[in-house]
């Protein structure tokens, strides 16, 4: 069964940055593809960004694109999204996603197979 725990949430103000990092345990880690989704109150959970398994593509959503990069070590078995000039609509919780059947990049939640348990990041204006 695979883990992961997510960290490095918390309160920023907006144009600030923040990384998060996932680590997961159990499974195969290099042979999954993985992925950042959030949730706001009182809405459904969205895409923010992915990483493939083996070549290191990336995928994110508009509304991240050019201020979130997402990375991976696979020695490390460690996913992280680093997020810059952060804004009040990033506030959400924050859930890393894997999808073991990772041969390409994914953007539906339910596409994926294990999720940890969500960090908070709250953006202030």
């Known amino acids: 069964q695979v883990q992961l725990v997510e960290s490095g949430g918390g309160l920023v103000q907006a144009g600030d940055s923040l990384r998060l990092s996932c680590a997961a345990s159990g499974g195969t880690f290099s042979s999954y593809a993985m992925g950042w989704f959030r949730q706001a109150p009182g809405k459904e959970r969205e895409f923010v960004a992915a990483i493939s398994r083996s070549t290191y593509s990336t995928y994110y959503a508009d509304s991240v694109k050019g201020r979130f990069a997402i990375s991976r070590d696979n020695a490390k078995t460690t996913v992280s999204l680093q997020m810059n000039c952060l804004k009040p609509e990033d506030t959400a919780v924050y859930y890393c996603?894997?999808?073991?059947?990772?041969?390409?990049?994914?953007?539906?939640?339910?596409?994926?197979?294990?999720w940890g348990q969500g960090t908070q990041v709250t953006v202030s204006s």
């Open positions: 996603a894997a999808d073991r059947w990772g041969g390409y990049i994914k953007s539906r939640a339910d596409e994926y197979d294990y």
